[in-house]
C-alpha cells in the first residue's frame, strides 16, 4: 500500500513523509495521509503502532525527525502546543487532562481563553468590559454543556464526574476553543457501551457542526460506525486507508491484527 | 465556580476599622496595633505569594529579597539623595519589578521547579548586597533616619495612621486578587497549576502567565518593603534574610495556600505568635513554634481556612 498524497484542494490537514525516531527506534515511518475538511478521519492500529506519536507531533507536543504536517496548507511542524491551538487545532487526551479543581463551567470557559481579553491589570481592577465578558462567557459555556449534555453538572467540581462524563466533558472544553479540527485520543477508552454510544453520537454531532474530527481508537466497532475514513498504522507504518469498508476487506489489515488465520473477523 | 462572598470581606473591614479603636481603649492591647502594622505589611507580600504559590503553584524562596529591595529603595534614595517618599515606593516597585522578569524568564522556560532554586540564590545574593555595600546601605548597622510618610501636610507619624494607611493598601490588593482570581486571567493560573498539558492545548501562554504573577507578587513584596522602612524609619539586612522568606511560607501554609483568605489568617495568626504570644516561652519560641507548625501539617494540611470544609465533610461520613 503505497501512500499517493494527492494534494486535495479541501484537504484541511496533510501529513507528509512523516518520520519520528526516538533514539534507534522508528515510531512513525513516512507516514502520509491527508484528512479532508468536514470529515470524521480515524487512525487505528495495534499497541504500539505510533498513533498518540502522530497525534502529538500533529498537536505540537512533538517534533518529528522528518517529514512535515500542514494544516490549511501552511506548514505546523516545529510550532509550539499553544501555537499550534491557536490556529485552530483542539485535542483530547487519552489520560483525560482536565482542570479537576474547578467546576464543569469553568472548565468549558477555559477553552475561550485565546478569543479573550485576560490581561492582569484589566482583570485585578474588575473593568466593566471583563464582568460583561465573563456573562458573555458563562452563556457561550452553558451552550455548550447543553450540546455536550453536561448542563445539569454545570456546578459540580470536575473530579467528581465519573469517566464517561469526564471523557465527554474534554471534547466539551476542546471544542469552546472553536477548533476547525479536533483530534481525540482514545475517546472511547475505559468507556461502557452505553457511554461509548453516547460519545460516538457526539462525536457525529460535532462533524455535523462543520468541525473536522480526527480520532484514535481501540473500539473497532466505534470506529467502523462512524468514521468516513480511516488509516490503519502497524509498527509506525501506514498499512491501508480507506474507507470503513474498504479496511474490514483489507487482508494486511486483518493481519496485523489478528495475524493470517482471523480473515473476516470484522465482517 | 470560585466566588468569594461579599459579607466576610465586609466583616473584615469592619473589624479592622475599630481594631484600634478597641484596643487604644484597653491598656493591656495597646501593642497590638503596631503588630497588626507588622500583619499588615506582611499580608502585603503574602497576598502575592498565594497568588504565585497557592493558585498558580510555583514555589518562591526569596520575597525577603523584594521586601528588602522596596525598603533598600526607599531607604537609600530618601536618606542619601532626599527622593520624596512615594516617588522611591513607585520607584522600589520599579526595580522589583525589572529583577522579577530577569529571575523569572529564563527559570520558567524549564519545566520543574527552577524558580525555587533561582529564588533562593537571588536572595543569598541580594542580603549579601545589603550587608556588603556599606556605602550605599549602611552596612549590618543599617539605615536610619529614614523619614516618615506625608501626604500633602498629613503625616503618617503616629502608629494609629500608619495602621490605616496600611490596611488601606492591603484592602486593595486583596481585593485586586480576588478580582484576579474570579477573571479569566484567574482561571488560567489554576489551570496551569492543576494540568500544565492541558493549559497548553487551550492556547495559554504558561510561561507568560507565570513571569507576570511573579512579578505582580514582587511588586506588592516590594510595595510592602518600602512601607516598613518608613514605619520603623531604620532597617539592617537581618529583617530580609532567608529565614523571613521561609516564614513567610509559614504564613500561607498555616493559613492555607489554596486560599487567599488563608493569607491573610495566616499572617494576621503567624505574626501575633512570633512577635507577642510565645514571647512568654522565650528560648523554646522557636520549639513551641515548631511544635505547632508541625500539628498543623498533620492535623490541618489545608490550613486553617481549610478546617471548616474539613468539619463538614467529617460531619456528612
Known sequence: MTAASTTAPHAVLRVEDLVVSFGGLAALMNVNFDVTQGTIHAVIGPNGAGKTTLFNVITGYLNPTEGTVFFEEHPITGLKERQVAALGISRTFQTVELFDNMTVLENVMIGWHRHIRSSLWACGLGLPFIRRQEAELRRKAMDILDFIGLADQAEDRADSLPLGARRILEIGRALATQPRLVCLDEPAAGLNETETETAAHLIRAIRDRGVTVLLVEHDIRMIMGISDRIVVLNYGEKIAEGTPAQIQADTAVIEAYLGDSGAGVYA | ?317
Open chain 2, 1 to 317: 465556580m470560585l466566588r468569594f462572598s461579599k459579607i466576610p470581606i465586609v466583616v473584615l473591614a469592619g473589624f479592622l476599622l475599630i481594631f484600634p479603636l478597641v484596643c487604644t481603649g484597653i491598656s493591656a492591647l495597646h501593642g497590638y496595633i503596631s503588630l497588626m502594622v507588622f500583619a499588615g505589611i506582611y499580608c502585603l507580600i503574602t497576598i502575592g505569594l498565594s497568588l504565585l504559590m497557592g493558585y498558580a503553584g510555583q514555589i518562591s524562596l526569596g520575597h525577603a529579597a523584594f521586601f528588602g529591595i522596596g525598603a533598600y529603595v526607599s531607604g537609600i534614595a530618601t536618606v542619601r539623595f532626599g527622593v520624596n517618599p512615594w516617588f522611591c515606593m513607585a520607584g522600589g516597585m520599579l526595580v522589583a519589578a525589572m529583577v522579577a522578569a530577569l529571575i523569572g524568564a529564563p527559570s520558567f522556560r524549564l519545566k520543574g521547579h527552577y524558580l525555587a532554586m533561582a529564588t533562593l540564590a537571588f536572595g543569598l545574593i541580594v542580603n549579601i548586597v545589603f550587608r556588603e555595600e556599606s556605602a550605599w546601605t549602611g552596612g549590618p548597622d543599617g539605615l536610619s533616619r529614614i523619614p516618615g510618610l506625608r501626604l500633602s501636610g498629613f503625616m503618617f507619624n503616629s502608629t494609629i495612621r500608619f495602621y490605616y494607611l496600611v490596611w488601606v493598601i492591603v484592602l486593595a490588593a486583596f481585593l485586586f486578587a480576588i478580582n484576579v482570581l474570579q477573571s479569566p486571567a484567574g482561571r488560567a493560573l489554576r489551570a496551569l497549576h492543576t494540568s500544565e498539558t492541558a493549559a497548553k492545548s487551550m492556547g495559554i501562554d504558561i510561561a507568560r502567565y507565570k513571569i507576570m504573577i511573579f512579578v505582580f507578587s514582587a511588586v506588592l513584596a516590594s510595595l510592602a518593603g518600602s512601607l516598613y522602612a518608613h514605619f520603623m524609619r531604620f532597617i539592617n539586612p537581618s529583617t530580609f534574610n532567608l529565614l523571613f522568606s521561609i516564614k513567610l511560607l509559614i504564613m500561607i501554609t498555616l493559613g492555607g495556600m489554596q486560599s487567599l483568605w488563608g493569607a491573610i489568617v495566616g499572617t494576621v495568626l503567624v505574626t501575633f505568635l512570633s512577635m507577642e504570644w510565645l514571647q512568654f516561652f522565650q528560648e523554646y519560641e522557636s520549639i513551641v513554634f515548631g511544635g505547632i507548625l508541625l500539628l498543623a501539617l498533620i492535623f490541618l494540611p489545608e490550613g486553617l481556612t481549610g478546617l471548616p470544609n474539613m468539619l463538614a465533610g467529617r460531619g456528612k461520613k
